[in-house]
């Protein structure tokens, strides 16, 4: 007789209970520009009205992916870790205690926010597109 060792069915053959941790800032930024890459699969969900539109891309180990439209104009707090701008200008604006920074954000570029207040506001002429989590 030959003994069964993949244990099949089992998650852990030990009995420990596992532990899901919420993934880490690399992983998300990952996941926001494996997204960012595939337009194609998500384009069509980006709907352009008066106010930034937010849609649910995907959900998984407890964390989002939200796609949001900007209008012209429009400037609305923040409060994702990563996000990276698909399309149009956007800026971020961080309130420090030391004073105010506004930076633009890079097309096709993934940024990492660290904490505090911050927002993002369109200065430009057309919507902004943008995929954070």
Known sequence: ?????????????HGRTIITRPPTVGRLAARVHDLAARPETWWRLAAFG??????????????RV??????PGRRDEVHHQVSTLVAGELAEVVITPDGVTERPLRANRV???GGGARAFTNPGPAYA???CS
Request: charged share 20%; glycine share 6%; no cysteine.
């Open 1 to 13: 007789m030959v003994p069964d060792l993949t244990m099949r069915g089992q998650e852990d053959p």
């Open 50 to 63: 008066p106010v930034p539109v937010t849609v649910v891309l995907e959900e998984a180990d407890g964390a």
């Open 66 to 71: 939200w796609l949001t439209t900007w209008p």
């Open 111 to 113: 940024r990492v926010h």
């Open 129 to 131: 597109v943008t995929l």
